[in-house]
């Protein structure tokens, strides 16, 4: 028994055993051996179940007296550390709830979740229908700085050329043109960019009405917090979203008018 170190063979020897208690409530290994593969499962309260039933065939057993405390200690251990969980995940829920509240009061609209039945977690909490969490590998969120400002990870997307540009951090009250002017700095063009087509005074940003599958322009000189509380701009996933072209390219108008 002792050299089956997986999972797999604990389950399998606990069935074993709980077989061969049925055969005879009174084979004692059985028991034993019950409890220390619900030791080895961290099923502590089993174990102590386990070990009951055994006390109760021979009421002075030592390993058995043994393993019950150990069971006893591992039960009441794995209690408080599933409390002190509970106690973190109603934190972090309140946080969530706070922020969907703040986003809210900002007027940005969020696309519902498509997942169906989330309404409630396991633990009964009331879940978000925002997406916290971005398609981006970094994994940035949507969270409020010290100052209780709204920073979002935000997506460019470049049609012509199948690219994209992330920005993890893009506080509210920033305007598009302080990140679109280190984006497009004339000294450092983008290696894609060889006709130099993507300079900053031909630089166009639009988001996707979602309704309508319109482009809607974007003012430069406008802040996210502005844009992001326009009708028309719906946040999916948790991460705003816009479309960068040139107008010095044939690509800006086909792309516009849905011809690519």
Request: net charge negative; proline share 4%; glycine share 6%.
């Amino acid at each position: 028994y002792e050299e089956d170190s997986s999972e797999g063979n604990y389950r399998s020897s606990l069935s074993d055993a709980t077989h061969s208690k049925e055969l005879n409530p009174n084979h004692l290994k059985a028991f034993l051996r019950g409890a220390l593969c619900c030791m080895e499962l961290e099923r502590f309260g089993e174990a102590v179940q386990w070990c009951d039933e055994g006390l109760k065939v021979e009421g002075e057993n030592t390993k058995l007296k043994d393993l019950r405390s150990k069971a006893t200690k591992g039960k009441k251990q794995q209690e408080r550390d599933e409390r002190k969980l509970l106690v973190i995940r109603k934190q972090e829920k309140q946080k969530e709830t706070q922020l969907l509240k703040v986003i809210q009061s900002r007027g940005v609209h969020l696309a519902e979740s498509s997942t169906e039945g989330n309404e409630v977690d396991e633990q009964g909490f009331p879940t978000l229908q925002l997406a916290m969490t971005g398609p981006h590998p970094s994994g940035a969120r949507v969270h409020l700085d010290n100052e209780g400002t709204l920073v979002w990870p935000v997506l460019f997307l470049y049609p012509e050329y199948g690219l994209t540009d992330f920005v993890s951090a893009f506080h509210e009250n920033h305007r598009f043109l302080d990140h679109v002017q280190q984006m497009f700095d004339s000294e450092n063009r983008p290696p894609w960019d060889k006709d130099g087509k993507y300079t900053l005074n031909a630089i166009e940003l639009y988001f996707e009405d979602r309704t309508t599958g319109e482009y809607v322009p974007v003012n430069l000189e406008s802040t996210l917090a502005t844009i992001l509380s326009t009708p028309r701009c719906v946040v999916q996933f948790g991460t705003p979203a816009f479309v960068v072209l040139s107008n010095q390219t044939t690509f800006h108008d086909a792309f516009l008018n849905h011809q690519t």
